[in-house]
């Protein structure tokens, strides 16, 4: 199954894409992460996209398609935090036909806008393999340490309360009009994305049983 993850920042869809990538055997893309390793480079596309990075905007649509196109896996994939846009939803159903592949699934993870803001201001991520930690909710074993490979552990850059804020109302504007964009093609499932990443997988599961008949 290709799967698109749609959710607000701090609605779990990285820790879920990791989850899921593992149980369906199929290949997580990660807009951001990738993004974030053009940054780490230094590369052409890193010095364009970090300025809007670090405030919180999205990155200009040609830019992330750009990078889009040379990730699209060969098999099962998950995307994570593409598309954000009606404009690059657009891009990627291109890009997919092109190679005679579809999107079966939307997954929405909805979750309340305190719970977001609480989430991604305690939220710390492995600086080596990317792991994602939650200060009271998911810590590591070690203070400050990341339990799979022992890297430090960092506040993302924009993982603070003025650009969580902005990026919040951008998803607002920007994003959740992909919604109903999908909702239409009747192929969005909302999940109730409150509670500890165990009880949101297995809603998960459930509702992709009842739907997709998957196990
Ligand atoms: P994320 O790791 O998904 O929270 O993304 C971090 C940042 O990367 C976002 O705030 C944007 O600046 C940029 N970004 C990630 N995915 C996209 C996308 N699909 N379109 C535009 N900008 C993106």
Do not use: W
Request: aromatic share 6%; net charge positive.
């Amino acid at each position: 199954m290709n799967i698109i993850l749609l959710g607000a920042p701090g609605s779990g869809k990285g820790t879920q894409g990791k989850i899921l990538k593992e149980h369906f055997q199929a290949t997580e893309v990660s807009l951001g992460d990738l993004l974030r390793i053009e940054v780490k480079q230094g590369s052409l596309i890193g010095k364009k996209v970090e300025s809007f990075m670090k405030e919180g905007a999205l990155v200009p649509d040609e830019i992330v398609a750009e990078v889009i196109k040379q990730h699209i896996p060969k098999g099962s994939f998950l995307l994570d935090g593409f598309p954000r846009t009606i404009a690059q939803a657009e891009i990627l159903e291109k890009l997919l036909k092109e190679k005679g592949i579809s999107i079966d699934l939307v997954l929405y993870f909805h979750v309340p806008e305190n719970v977001l803001i609480e989430r991604l201001s305690g939220r710390r991520v492995c600086k080596n393999c990317g792991r994602l930690y939650h200060m009271k909710t998911m810590p590591p074993k070690q203070n400050g340490l990341c339990d799979s490979c022992q890297g430090p552990l960092i506040t993302r850059a924009d993982d603070n309360e003025e650009t969580i804020k902005k990026r919040l109302a951008v998803f607002l504007k920007q994003s959740l009009p992909l919604f109903d964009y999908y909702k239409k093609k009747n192929i969005l499932l909302e999940i109730n994305a409150e509670g500890n990443k165990d009880v949101i997988f297995s809603r998960i599961l459930d509702s992709l049983k009842k739907t997709h008949g998957a196990h």
